[in-house]
């Protein structure tokens, strides 16, 4: 694994030294990342679970039309800001001289991204025939990457505190 970790830093660590010309400063570099993705994990993914289950629970109405129309906003974009995070923080450890591969932090992340995909693959496809059985395994796919995004969170943390 570490030969593909290598690989991947060889492969970032041109963007990465852009960056670093940039002359950001060290607490930006170090922090900006769980700064930004802690607002979209916490605020965004709890919007968008709240909506998303909101529009099941509600059964009907106008709070439901206005979830569903908020929920089908928010989600892709906060499935982009989560997708552009994952590759800043890519590049955070880079710039750090820190290794990528060998974190919980990393194997979550990459895990919340396959989940949203799979979501987002089930909204796209699986809802068009109306069927109850991909409304609910989007639902708790949702759910599942929210706690995912959270546990992430806490790696991210402690990684952050460690380096």
């Known amino acids: ?3 593909v970790g290598e690989q991947l830093r060889e492969f970032l660590e041109p963007i990465a ?4 010309s940039l002359g950001t400063p060290e607490p930006i570099v170090h922090w900006g990342h769980p700064l930004m993705m802690g607002i979209v994990v916490f605020v965004m993914g709890s919007f968008v679970g709240l909506t998303g289950w909101r529009i099941r629970k509600l059964g009907g109405g106008e709070a439901v ?3 569903r129309k908020d929920h089908k906003v928010m989600a892709p974009l906060m499935t982009t800001f989560i997708a552009l995070g994952y590759t800043g923080g890519l590049l955070s450890l ?13 194997w ?3 895990v919340v991204l396959i989940l949203l995909a799979a979501n987002g693959a089930i909204a796209t496809f699986g ?6 059985g991909f409304r609910s395994a ?3 796919l949702g759910s599942a990457a929210l706690c995912v995004m959270f546990l992430h969170a806490l790696f991210g943390l402690k990684l952050g505190l460690a380096i």
């Open 1 to 3: 694994m570490s030969q």
């Open 138 to 140: 989007h639902a708790y």
């Open 127 to 132: 809802f068009g025939k109306a069927n109850p």
């Open 108 to 110: 979550t992340g990459s």
């Open 17 to 20: 030294n852009a960056f670093g």
């Open 65 to 67: 039309v206005k979830s």
């Open 94 to 106: 880079v710039m750090q001289g820190q290794p990528i591969l060998n974190s919980p932090h990393f």
